[in-house]
């Protein structure tokens, strides 16, 4: 079972950045895609971007609309660890941000192809 640990989120003015990370456990990390997701009250879980594994012609990338242009994710298999950098943050990026593995090697933007999840980091971004 793989654990993965969320870190990076803070208050942050709008207009500002902010890099997320995710530490995961065990030594299988590079054979998964992995993606972020947030959450706030009363709202269901919403994708935000998600990396595919590594291959001899790179890895892809997959943004939600509302981030594209601003949050850039990558993943460093020799640390175990994926990232999400936000810039530009914006009132509506405020959100607890979820870190998942998906079950394959692809991304993959729907939320039931993840079976592995962090606690969440908060980012609360003030106008």
């Known amino acids: 079972q793989v654990q993965l640990v969320e870190s990076g989120g803070g208050l942050v003015q709008s207009g500002g950045s902010l890099r997320l990370s995710c530490a995961a456990s065990?030594?299988?990390?590079?054979?998964?895609?992995m993606g972020w997701f947030r959450q706030t009250a009363g709202r269901e879980r919403e994708f935000v971007a998600a990396v595919s594994t590594i291959t001899l012609s790179g890895s892809r990338t997959y943004y939600a609309d509302s981030v594209k242009g601003r949050f850039t994710i990558s993943r460093d298999n020799a640390k175990n660890t994926v990232y999400l950098q936000m810039s530009n943050l914006k009132a509506e990026d405020t959100a607890i941000y979820f870190c998942a593995r998906a079950k394959t090697m692809g991304g993959s933007t729907r939320y039931g192809d993840y079976d592995s999840w962090g606690q969440g980091t908060q980012v609360t971004v003030s106008s």
């Open positions: 065990g030594r299988a990390f590079s054979l998964y895609a």
